[in-house]
Nanobody, 114 residues
């Protein structure tokens, strides 16, 4: 299983970024996919999740600003992040649990700063 995340970078407060994660080694359409983030000195927390059926859930801190989506043809999951705040600064990780094992992407850094 491989998860390849991309799309991080430096953005000003109030700006937008879109993260993408390409998955291989799984039957993607059957897999729930998640985005987590880890800020320096903090634990890794769930940001957003989308089930195989397209049901989504979000951390309270990002509701209304972030949108998770999936493309079952391209085997990708995306995270559209709007109205970014400095506290959104973190390394963002793509995740799936496949056959009862967790798999993680390599992480992509998002820095929100003026």
């Amino acid at each position: 299983v491989q998860l390849q995340a991309s799309g991080g970078g430096l953005v000003q407060p109030g700006g937008s970024l879109r993260l993408s994660c390409a998955a291989s080694g799984i039957v993607f359409r059957y897999a729930a996919m998640g985005w987590y983030r880890q800020a320096p000195g903090k634990q890794r927390d769930l940001v957003a999740r989308i089930t195989s059926g397209g049901i989504t859930n979000y951390a309270d801190s990002v509701k209304g600003r972030f949108t998770v989506s999936r493309d079952n043809v391209k085997n990708t999951v995306s995270l559209q992040m709007n109205s970014l705040k400095p506290e959104d600064t973190a390394v963002y990780y793509c995740n799936t649990d496949w056959r009862m094992r967790p798999f993680w992407g390599q992480g992509t850094l998002v820095t929100v700063s003026s």
